[in-house]
């Protein structure tokens, strides 16, 4: 289930990173973005651990090299490394 949930949450940040600004206001996308690097830095130890194992196994998923590195780049883009 975390991992289902992880993925959810990645495509959701993918498509407000590469939708373009006519779709999606980019104040918008900036808001969603740091509310979500501010639940993600509540995560302990562990918790940050396993999800940025997550991020490493699902980004191996994503034929665009650009959606691959951006998940990737997700832990260091949110300060939780």
Known sequence: MKARLTQCL????????????TL???????K??????AELMQL???????LRKLLNDLSK???NPD???????LPKN???E
């Open 10 to 21: 990645v495509d959701q940040l993918i498509a407000l990173e590469f939708s373009d600004d």
């Open 32 to 37: 969603i973005f740091e509310t979500t690097g």
């Open 44 to 50: 302990n130890k562990n918790e940050l651990s396993e």
């Open 67 to 73: 959606h691959r590195d951006f998940v990737i780049s």
């Open 24 to 30: 999606i206001d980019s104040d918008f996308a900036i």
């Open 61 to 63: 998923s994503y034929d």
């Open 78 to 80: 949110f300060g939780l």
